[in-house]
């Protein structure tokens, strides 16, 4: 499959890397690029309202950290339950979760139990630096190109995740664009995954496994809902 490369994939305004998705695919551009607007907040301070008027689980005044986050209005928009449980969380939690996230991403797309790959994912989880090639997500890419993985990784063929003529899930809508590179679209979970504000990697992190399972998304999520305690 023919990939383009230097498409600049989502993740955080901290080690934004270029990846390769094949081409024709729409890229995984979170919904809300744009800063989110805040309004009134409520008498309680946990929800606030968009230029748009749409309620939303989040407080920007409390977590002015969030605003231009790419990812966040994903959850907001597609799985609020997730979006107001990843605020809640202490910072430790919110770190796991996006310890958590880019392991499955990278499980999914097949990455994980490559020998150039399994030391990026133990660094990450013990706090340290990434070692090389990801001390640089450019050699990351290029390592990354050079390995000529299959793009389904783990996750079989494409098939589409509704039948012909019926309506996508919400969390679909957002995240299934089709048949996709699932190692291109995994990699940016761990820049993410990395950031220094416990929950823009949360939100980042797991918008990136959520692109990278794209079909799928749904079996993700229920098991984030189960890994966290997030009432479904």
Same mark, same amino acid.
Request: net charge negative; aromatic share 6%; proline share 12%.
């Given at each position: 499959?023919?990939?383009?490369?230097?498409? /600049?994939?989502?993740?955080?305004?901290?080690?934004?890397?270029?990846?390769?998705?094949? /081409?024709?695919?729409?890229?995984?551009?979170?919904?809300?690029? !744009?800063?989110?607007?805040?309004?009134?907040?409520?008498?309680?301070?946990?929800?606030?309202?968009?230029?748009?008027?749409?309620?939303?689980?989040?407080?920007?005044?409390?977590?002015?950290?969030?605003?231009?986050?790419?990812?966040?209005? @994903?959850?907001? @928009?597609?799985?609020?339950?997730?979006?107001?449980?990843?605020?809640?969380?202490?910072?430790?939690?919110?770190?796991?979760?996006?310890?958590?996230?880019?392991?499955?991403?990278?499980?999914?797309?097949? *990455?994980?139990?490559?020998?150039?790959?399994?030391?990026?994912?133990?660094?990450?989880?013990?706090?340290?630096? *990434?070692?090389?090639?990801?001390?640089?997500?450019?050699?990351?890419?290029?390592?990354?190109?050079? !390995?000529?993985?299959?793009?389904?990784?783990?996750?079989?063929?494409?098939?589409?995740?509704?039948?012909?003529?019926? !309506?996508?899930?919400?969390?679909?809508?957002?995240?299934?664009?089709?048949?996709?590179?699932?190692?291109?679209?995994?990699?940016?979970?761990?820049?993410?995954?990395?950031?220094?504000?416990?929950?823009?990697?949360?939100?980042?992190?797991?918008?990136?496994?959520?692109?990278?399972?794209?079909?799928?998304?749904?079996? *993700? *999520?229920?098991?984030?809902?189960?890994?966290?305690?997030?009432?479904?």
């Amino acid at each position: 499959m023919a990939v383009r490369r230097g498409h /600049e994939v989502p993740g955080s305004d901290v080690g934004h890397a270029c990846f390769g998705v094949p /081409e024709n695919t729409p890229a995984p551009v979170p919904a809300g690029e !744009e800063e989110p607007a805040h309004g009134s907040s409520s008498a309680t301070g946990t929800t606030t309202t968009t230029a748009t008027n749409k309620p939303t689980a989040i407080d920007f005044d409390a977590h002015p950290e969030l605003r231009g986050v790419l990812a966040l209005r @994903d959850f907001d @928009d597609c799985a609020p339950d997730v979006a107001a449980a990843i605020v809640a969380m202490d910072p430790q939690t919110q770190r796991r979760l996006a310890q958590w996230a880019v392991v499955r991403a990278f499980e999914f797309a097949g *990455l994980a139990d490559r020998p150039w790959v399994t030391p990026a994912l133990t660094a990450l989880c013990s706090g340290e630096e *990434l070692p090389a090639p990801f001390d640089d997500p450019q050699s990351a890419s290029s390592r990354l190109a050079a !390995e000529n993985l299959p793009p389904e990784g783990r996750g079989g063929p494409y098939r589409p995740s509704t039948a012909p003529g019926s !309506e996508k899930s919400p969390t679909a809508k957002m995240f299934d664009h089709g048949p996709i590179h699932r190692p291109y679209y995994a990699m940016p979970a761990l820049f993410s995954a990395a950031d220094p504000r416990p929950i823009v990697a949360a939100f980042q992190t797991l918008s990136h496994a959520c692109a990278t399972y794209a079909e799928h998304v749904d079996t *993700l *999520l229920a098991a984030t809902r189960t890994e966290f305690d997030i009432p479904a």
